[in-house]
């Protein structure tokens, strides 16, 4: 079973409470679905006593993964946070989802994170997604280390790992350990540390004994030994290091250690640690890593600030006692506490009881309106996965939760009321495949329209849209992944709800001139219904909208009912001609008609002008208009040519591609009804590897027999 929230707590497990910003590290797990983050997790939240046992995956009962939806799919759908301490030193491992659709969760454990630990399988090895992340890593100057886990599968290739990692990532990633083999000279039971040649001996479990390094093991690694001394002395701010190691000098391991710390918490030095989570080989190992090597906060450069008016504000300090300035990063409903928010702190200090300026702007666009209030924190808890734990305060640089903010968003600031400020956003992607969601009764209609409000509230990677054309409400995701995930936490809401088919906002217009006839006439007992008039229906260029002429000559149409015509043509061009859709681009001339003294009426001439436009458009060709978009699709080189024959098979123009540094642009005009799986299909086309981005440009004549075919379906 899933652990439920409890304000309460958990009996028996105290929460970590620091003092100084110095000795907390906040590390961002990051790696491909099924690369063992969550396992690894849970083993290191074990390992550390901060649990009695651990959880597995296949039965639902990891701490970080107790998202409904995580159980069912076993995998990680959101970001979870799990402290745990260690010689002192709070250790905030956040967990991320792997999968590409999930990619919203991994930003905002970027963003509350200080380091990134890459999880990689010793047997599935680097995947194309991981290289883009390691780069977004680095686009940030994001500190990294490397895991190498899964080593008891039966098909785990450490070597063949690293020498993965070392290829995909670049230089300076080395490992500091290598595996040592058991008596059956199959399973890792051991690790030698490259650094202080010390063995780490687990053959009798957790924790190892621990010993020095016999002379025949020191051959071996002499080589690897030698490359990763090199690259510490090379990083090392001692300018001497190198001339004593090169004349043949013995370098200590107190003189390495700490210029292996620091190259690691600058981001110039990425180490590689050999970790089995089943058999606890290597956990002490990466925790030794984590704490010495991450940077505290303190060392971590700060998002910038501004008044929530965007006046200049000075710098922020990981400061306990500076100006508080926290953001939530990650928002979720729960139905037995209400609103819960994941904080991180980036200066001064979180107390319960404290009134706090709540401020969100910049994602009007996406359903988050601009937003500031004022509200009271009664309480400041410390989040292990669903289980929230009352803490005194969170200082500068740590992670915290609160429950029902009223108005608390992912990505909203939160400040001290009387001196407001605004954090600078982090960037999201955009949401691109999209699902239409109804209701399946009236009475679900309420309690749709307030599940979608919580979802968008807490997920800044979904977009809710209500096309006032196609009269659908249209939910933007991530992905297939994504959306399943978004429907079922819908009806676990208890809504009844039914997706259906996504329309686009086609158009129509006259490809040619047509003349129009309209008689209204009827007669039944006192005044009856005349209007009759004749228009001329001439195509407009693109873009031009509608023009009504009034070229009546004789007194034809009384000057007084003009108005009900264009009205009652303005009515039909809104309702469409053929397929429903609104008619556009064109010019209407009412040049003659006839009126009778009693019987016309200002409706009778709506009537008859709807009629007129009727039956120019039986005389006329009528064609439906397409949405086209401009799309920009980023991809590796490799796939430029697949990705450009794909655009033309979908009716695209390719307009050429240019070299982006890491990979290729793909620039393209494709229509809007073939994008609607886009997002999907790009993914199984470039192996996860592939982005893009789209903007409407333009309406342009869709194939006859594509608006046969709309025809027909609107027909039925």
């Not at 995956?57 to 701490?63: E, F, H, I, L, R």
């Not at 710098?315 to 300035?325: A, F, I, S, Y």
């Not at 990063?329 to 980036?346: A, E, M, N, Y």
Request: with cysteine; glycine share 10%; charged share 25%.
């Amino acid at each position: 079973m899933a652990q439920k929230t409890s304000e309460k707590g958990l009996a028996g497990a105290a929460a970590p409470v620091v003092t100084e910003p110095g000795r907390v590290r906040n590390v961002v797990l990051v790696g491909h679905s099924g690369s063992g983050k969550t396992t690894l997790v849970e083993a290191l939240l074990a390992a550390t006593g901060t649990i009695p046992r651990a959880g597995t995956v296949t039965d639902g009962t990891t701490v970080t993964d107790h998202d409904p939806a995580a159980i069912r799919q076993q995998r990680s759908v959101a970001l979870a946070c799990a402290p745990l301490m260690h010689d002192g030193v709070k250790i905030n491992l956040l967990d991320t989802p792997g999968y590409a659709d999930f990619v919203g969760e991994l930003r905002a454990g970027l963003r509350a994170a200080d380091a990134a630990l890459f999880v990689v399988s010793a047997v599935d090895g680097v995947d194309e997604s991981t290289v883009a992340l390691w780069e977004e890593c680095a686009a940030v100057g994001m500190p990294r280390a490397v895991a190498i886990t899964r080593l008891d599968h039966p098909r785990a290739d450490y070597e063949e790992a690293l020498q993965d990692c070392q290829e995909a990532f670049g230089d300076n990633v080395m490992p500091i350990y290598q595996p040592m083999l058991g008596d059956d000279g199959q399973s890792v039971a051991g690790l030698l540390g490259l650094v202080t040649l010390r063995v780490l001996d687990y053959s009798q479990g957790y924790p190892p004994r621990a010993g020095e390094a016999e002379p025949e093991h020191l051959n071996p690694i002499a080589d690897d030994r030698n490359q990763l001394i090199e690259g510490i002395i090379a990083e090392s701010e001692d300018e001497t290091l190198m001339d004593r190691y090169v004349a043949g000098e013995l370098i200590s391991t107190e003189a390495l250690v700490p210029d292996l710390e620091k190259a690691v918490a600058r981001g110039n030095f990425y180490p590689v640690i050999p970790v089995c989570a089943g058999t606890g080989v290597g956990l002490d190992a990466l925790l030794d890593g984590l704490v010495g090597g991450a940077p505290s906060p303190l060392e971590h450069e700060l998002p910038v600030v501004t008044g929530v008016d965007g006046s200049p504000r000075p710098p922020l300090t990981c400061d306990p006692d500076g100006p508080l300035v926290a953001e939530v990063v990650r928002t979720t409903i729960d139905r037995h506490v209400g609103r819960v928010s994941l904080v991180r702190v980036f200066s001064g200090t979180l107390r319960p009881d404290q009134t706090l300026h709540v401020s969100g702007h910049g994602m009007a666009e996406r359903g988050h309106p601009d937003h500031d209030a004022d509200e009271r924190v009664a309480h400041v808890y410390a989040p292990l996965g669903a289980q929230l734990r009352e803490v005194p305060y969170c200082i500068a640089g740590d992670l915290c939760a609160i429950t029902k903010s009223g108005s608390a968003e992912t990505g909203d600031t939160l400040s001290s009321k009387d001196d407001p400020l605004l954090m600078e956003p982090w960037s999201m992607p955009e949401p691109l495949l999209p699902i239409a969601v109804v209701a399946k009764t009236r009475s679900d209609e309420d309690a749709l329209a307030k599940n979608l409000g919580r979802l968008v509230a807490g997920d800044p990677t979904l977009r809710l849209e209500r096309n006032p054309e196609t009269h659908q409400q249209v939910l933007w995701t991530m992905g297939e992944s994504h959306a399943d995930v978004v429907l079922d936490r819908l009806r676990a809401g208890g809504v009844e709800l039914d997706t259906e088919p996504v329309k686009v906002a086609l158009r129509e217009t006259f490809g040619a001139e047509a003349k129009g006839h309209g008689r209204h006439v009827k007669q039944s007992g006192g005044h009856g219904q005349y209007a009759v008039c004749d228009i001329e229906v001439s195509p407009l260029p693109r873009g031009e909208g509608f023009q009504f002429v009034d070229k009546v000559v004789g007194g034809a149409v009384p000057h007084n009912y003009i108005p009900s015509v264009e009205k009652g043509v303005r009515a039909q061009l809104e309702k469409g001609l053929v397929a429903g859709y609104p008619v556009v681009d064109l010019k209407v001339t009412l040049y003659d008609g006839k009126a009778h003294s009693v019987d016309s009426s200002d409706a009778a001439f709506q009537t008859a002008g709807a009629l007129a436009l009727r039956a120019a458009a039986e005389n006329g060709q009528l064609t439906l208009l397409e949405p086209v978009d401009e799309i920009l699709v980023k991809v590796p080189e490799n796939y430029v040519g697949a990705v450009m024959s794909d655009l033309s098979g979908r009716r695209g123009r390719p307009m050429g591609s240019e070299s982006d540094g890491d990979g290729s642009l793909v620039r393209a005009e494709v229509p809007a009804t073939e994008l609607i799986r886009y997002a999907v299909e790009l993914r199984a086309l470039t192996s996860g590897t592939g982005t893009f981005t789209r903007r409407y440009v333009r309406h342009e004549p869709m194939p006859p027999h594509l608006t046969d075919a709309v025809r027909k379906e609107h027909a039925r």
